[in-house]
């Protein structure tokens, strides 16, 4: 059926319509209504649920939810318990793990005064305040398309049509989508958004700025011996199981009722296309120091996301006419800190301010400049200009020299307020760092045990993840004969290895070697699109309410 045949979209309008109910998203709903009760405000969310694709580590700078709801220590629905008690990094060697004295580091990665808990409960709950505000949400719709008027400005989007079969034929079942129009439009989608591709490169929104930067975040969640649980303990290492050259860490975290958080983060930039992140992070599981807490423990969730990590020089142009980038979209995340949540609720209600304004002015579809001006005298853009060198320098000297070139430069910039290294580019984007795989040899990793270690599919398992299967593949590539000759034969195939679910396959046939999508398995982490040598794969959402449907991640 051709665009032309297909029936009219019925459409809603709103004061402002707001792509995501991530923690940007929400406190950018939740802070308009408190200027203007009035305001008419919907948030549009891919999700089945609220929280359902939700997921951080997470350690919680109270600083946003402190502006926002100044009282929620208070509020005894709020999932937030367990306050940071312990505080420890690590810099661990293949047999052992040394302990970094915490008077070494500089005072911003203090995080004793942080919370750990669940980042999409944290949501479920912001989402219930938003509605108590008379906020409209719509979970399970997924915001497929950017609407523009006749002068290109923005003035809302679509929801993604339902019910179309994987030859893109309607079934019985299909319902067009909705157009949500807004006087402005704030795209809160979270760490390589597809509208926010398109934003970005409609208003050439990063003609000023650095490559954006992103690293891959695993996490699972177990539940362990009592006797071992350490309530309010958290631990970052660097080191094994990566390479000097290959940048990343881990995170582990003791909360609530005898729950860790386990992950581990690789950044995007390695160059080694046998590197398996999914593989590392079950390695790291079996380090002498960490595997006694899961032993005769019991797996209850696994996800994996794609994170910002360009940090200060990476984020776009936040505003355009008709809206503005908010939170991890555009990319807001602290890396050393390996926190973002405090960033993306303040520019959520930044925007809101400005918007709020803007609307009291009788402003509609006009571009928030006033937003774009003040992100970077904020506390947002300050929180990332003392951090700005830490990537690039790690990306650059390795972990040994580069992590300590990054702790030099953080305490020169707390205390003299200025770098000895100014400010440090990325030079060039994640997809263009893999070498070919010619220059080494392929890794052999161990077998999971099925107790500490597990594979990919059984962990997909525990994502929840589904996919209506009779729907058009979200995984779009652009050039089959680019993928077999470059991703292929050139690169040995990563993609079987940086996808941390199973998604990408090459099978041997008789007629060669066919790129097989298992689409069904995507837990929506997008690193495909970063990562793929050539940008020759894009995601784009599936059908509305597909993907994974974490619980408490």
């Known amino acids: 059926m051709s665009t032309e045949e297909l029936p009219p979209r019925e459409s809603m309008e709103f004061d402002v319509v707001i792509v995501g109910a991530g923690p940007s998203g929400l406190a950018a709903a939740i802070r308009l209504k408190q200027l203007n009760a009035d305001v008419n405000v919907v948030v549009v969310e891919k999700g089945s649920e609220v929280g359902a694709h939700i997921l951080s580590g997470a350690v919680i700078d109270p600083a946003g939810l402190d502006r926002l709801i100044p009282d ?54 912001l989402a219930r305040k938003a509605e108590a505000l008379g906020v409209e ?47 402005y439009t704030l795209f809160a989608e979270g760490a390589r958004g ?29 539940q362990i011996d009592p ?61 002498p120091s960490i595997r006694g807490t899961f032993e005769g423990a019991k797996r209850l969730a696994y996800g994996a996301r794609a994170i910002t990590e360009g940090g200060y020089q990476s984020v776009p142009k936040l505003s355009f006419p008709g809206g503005a980038l908010i939170g991890c979209a555009a990319g807001f995340v602290n890396v050393p800190r390996i926190k973002g949540v405090h960033n993306a609720m303040g520019t959520g209600m ?15 579809n006009d571009e928030l400049v006033e937003y774009e001006n003040a992100w970077r005298s904020s506390s947002v853009g300050k929180d990332l200009f003392a951090v700005r060198n830490v990537k690039p320098l790690w990306s650059k000297f390795g972990t040994v020299l580069g992590v300590a070139l990054g702790g030099f430069d953080m305490w020169c910039n707390t205390l003299f307020g200025a770098s000895l290294f100014g400010t440090q580019s990325h030079v060039k984007p994640d997809r263009a760092t893999l070498d070919p795989a010619k220059s080494y040899a392929p890794r052999t990793y161990p077998k999971p045990d099925g107790k500490i270690t597990f594979d990919k599919l059984s962990s ?42 199973g998604v990408y ?18 837990v929506h982490c997008k690193t495909c699109d970063v990562k793929d040598p050539n940008g020759n794969i894009t995601w784009v959402p599936p059908e509305g309410g597909g993907g994974p449907n974490y619980e408490a991640m």
């Not at 079969?165 to 299909?174: A, E, I, Q, V």
């Not at 709020?356 to 002015?361: E, G, P, R, S």
């Not at 090459?506 to 995507?522: T, V």
């Open 227 to 287: 006797a071992k649980h350490q309530k309010g303990l958290i631990q970052h290492s660097f080191g094994w199981p990566l390479d000097l050259k290959t940048g990343g860490g881990s995170f582990l975290y003791h909360y609530d009722d005898n729950l860790v958080a386990v992950g581990f983060v690789v950044h995007l930039n390695y160059d080694d296309p046998y590197l398996s992140p999914f593989d590392e992070f079950q390695r790291f599981k079996t380090h």
């Open 137 to 183: 949400i719509y979970p399970g719709f997924a915001a497929a398309e950017v609407l523009y008027d006749e002068e290109g400005k923005v003035k809302g989007i679509a929801t993604g049509d339902m019910g179309i079969g994987r030859d893109g034929k309607p079934k019985d079942s299909y319902t067009r989508g909705m157009e949500l129009l807004g006087k």
């Open 505 to 522: 396959e090459w099978i041997e046939e008789g007629s060669g070697p066919r790129f097989q999508i298992n689409a069904q398995n995507c």
């Open 72 to 125: 929620w220590r208070e509020d005894a629905d709020c999932p937030l318990k367990t306050q940071v008690k312990d505080d420890r990094f690590y810099w661990m060697t293949g047999g052992g793990a040394i302990k970094l004295p915490n008077f070494m580091m500089p005072p911003l990665m203090d995080n004793h005064h942080c919370y750990i808990g669940s980042l999409g409960n944290v949501c479920r709950w």
């Open 350 to 364: 930044l925007a809101a301010e400005h918007v709020a304004a803007a609307l009291a002015a009788d402003r509609a």
């Open 460 to 501: 997909v398992f525990l994502s929840n993840t589904n996919h209506e299967e009779d729907q058009p593949i979200h995984l779009k590539v652009t050039d089959m004969n680019l993928q077999k000759s470059s991703e292929h034969d050139v690169y040995a195939g990563p993609s079987n290895r940086y996808c941390p679910a």
């Open 194 to 222: 597809s509208l926010t591709k398109q934003l970005i490169n409609k208003f050439a929104l990063d003609a000023k700025s650095e490559p954006p930067k992103f690293g891959i975040g695993l996490k699972e969640v177990w």
